[in-house]
């Protein structure tokens, strides 16, 4: 997976900031999401635009929300070969977007909550 090579791509909507992982079975990147939406779903929209660069034949994705900072892991591959990443994306972008996606979630609860 060329994470580094990826985030230099037009447009760069991520920033590694975490030194490279020293094997494949610890694959761990911090990054900063430098993109300019205002939502969730903007940020994992160019997460996956990111992810085209570096995506193999198969992949799973998953996201989850940990503390303030959004988590996406993906396992990439096939079934003799493959690869499992953790993307860990924070900075104070994404702490504004993890905020408010919280909160519309609170909300959603407590409407059915009536």
Not at 27 to 49: I, K, S
């Amino acid at each position: 997976m060329d994470v580094d090579a990826a985030a230099f791509r037009t447009p760069r909507t991520f920033k590694v900031t975490s030194d490279p992982p020293r094997s494949v079975e610890n694959m761990v990147f911090e990054l900063e999401w430098t993109g300019t939406g205002e939502n969730m779903a903007d940020l994992c929209a160019d997460f996956f635009r990111f992810h085209g660069w570096f995506a193999e034949k198969t992949q799973f994705i998953d996201r989850k929300v940990d503390g303030r900072q959004v988590v996406f892991s993906v396992i990439v591959g096939e079934e003799r070969h493959g690869h499992k990443a953790t993307f860990r994306v924070g900075g104070d972008h994404t702490e504004r977007i993890v905020d408010s996606y919280l909160r519309i979630v609170k909300e959603n609860k407590d409407l059915r909550r009536r």
